[in-house]
């Protein structure tokens, strides 16, 4: 309910979704008497039941205050569906940080796990069409030990959600050289590099901002600061690549034939580039798995997020995510009493 375009483009995004894929079903969160009129028009009776709530968390309200308060909101509903069993996933267009909050209170985060990530998929020129990043806007701070958590559940997300083996994992700097960055990101690179054996992955180093989209690395780990700067620089700027195409090719009638004889390929790249196709943020982190949609995201943004939950509920990624750090967080305790003992010993 608390998206920029309201409920009804959740809605006509269900209505794409259920289309493509008769496997999904739905549960609606919110006010029965608006929610129900939007159901009979899109004719989707038999594949969503509507949870009747009033309460709505809006746009610009505090998370702090959601957090205490937000008990009875369709948001609020949406995270308890998933703690409770009633649904496989939950995908909200509404304010990121209230949802944050309430997924940690009411989920709770993993054990072994320090702070929750929210990872996004990156268009790139690798096989599968793109690449992980995390975190790009749970938490403006990160330590190295945040920092080697982030590259096992990113790790993990690429491994059970484009189907890589054995992904590539480098940490954003501001260079390549071992001798650039932030202290704290020098030390998650030892951390990252030693954890890649138990981690079921490859540590490819440091990587520029240039690296983001390239094939050179499949999961691109930073703090939720740069992340956010830079996924939203990315989006920005595809929008104005697609802009400055349309003024090129309604410049001239000569143009305007050539966007004719080209337009089967300006529609893919179109595609390629269209940054509603590849929504949604995943929480990452928690006893349960969030996606989080664009809050103005229309049907198509909104069925893209649909599409990327039912991907990562089918593949069963957050109890194998929970598996893989608990995993680590046992080797890291064996590993610290192993050097306790030899250190009594020696003494």
Known sequence: ??????????????????????????????????????????????RVKINDVDGVVTMDAKPSVVMRQGKGTSMWEAVESVRKGDAAVAVSCGNTGALMGLSMIRLRKLPGINRPAI??????????????????????????????????????????????ERPRVGLLNVGTEEYKGRPELKEAADLVEAAASDG????????????????????????????????????????????????????????????????????????????????GGVFLGLNGTIVKSHGSADSTGVSAAIKLAFRLAQSGFNERLAARVASHSARGQNASQGAGEESEQSE
Not at 127 to 148: E, H, I, Q, Y
Not at 251 to 260: D, F, K, M, Q
Request: aromatic share 6%; glycine share 12%; proline share 5%.
């Open 200 to 279: 079921g992955y490859a540590y490819i180093g440091f990587i520029e901002g240039g690296d983001i989209p390239k094939s050179k690395v499949d999961v691109i780990v930073t703090d939720g600061f740069t992340g956010n700067v830079a996924l939203k620089t990315g989006e920005g700027t595809a929008r104005l690549i697609r802009s400055f195409l349309g003024d090129a090719f309604r410049a001239t009638p000569l143009s305007r034939i050539a966007a004719l004889l080209a337009l089967t390929s300006l529609r893919r790249l179109q595609k390629r580039i269209d940054p509603r196709r590849v929504n």
């Open 1 to 46: 309910m608390g998206g920029d375009r309201g409920p009804a483009a959740v809605v006509a995004g269900i209505q794409r979704s259920a289309k493509k894929n008769p496997d999904i079903a739905f549960i609606l969160h919110g006010p029965k008497d608006k929610l129900e009129p939007l159901i009979r028009r899109r004719k989707l009776e038999d």
């Open 119 to 164: 990872a996004c998929l990156w268009p790139s020129e690798n096989p599968s069409g793109f690449n992980v990043m995390l975190d790009v806007g749970a938490d403006v701070r990160a330590d190295a030990t945040d920092l080697l958590q982030y590259a096992l559940m990113g790790a993990s997300y690429a491994r059970n959600g484009l189907g890589i």
